[in-house]
């Protein structure tokens, strides 16, 4: 089940006062951080299907279509990650600096996506632990 909890935590961080480029990057990182966990929370229980002799249950079709898919989740976060990483987002945030001109979103200037970005990358372990335990808060919290 997908929760929409990314448009959530951006009003969350806006009500706070939190800038909008820290406010968008710190969402993108999130998204990515819950992409991972989520195929390599796919990954186990295949594994763990496996190793329990279940797997074999498993048609042939169904196997290549789940393998397929991890694969191809596998090239999408590592775009998506390497998207962050390379500056790549800069078209998005001349989008959304656009949209905002004729909007009543309530922020201007420059959203520094990448910077806001590079920031939060620098502590990697803190930041997955962050993102790791916010997701479980709204999990846990939503239903």
Known sequence: MFLPVAPVGARL???SGVPAGPAGASILADLLIQSFSGLLFTIAVLVLLAANGRGSS???GLMFGIVFGIVLGILAIGGFYVTQRAG???PVERA???A???SK???SGELQLHDNLQRIY???VATLRAAW?????EVWIGP
Request: hydrophobic share 65%; with cysteine; proline share 0%.
């Open 13 to 15: 961080l806006a009500f």
């Open 58 to 60: 498993l048609t042939g």
């Open 88 to 90: 790549l987002l800069a």
């Open 96 to 98: 959304v600096l656009a």
């Open 100 to 102: 905002a001109c004729w």
């Open 105 to 107: 979103t309530g922020f």
């Open 122 to 124: 620098e502590n990697a």
């Open 133 to 137: 335990l916010a997701g479980t808060a």
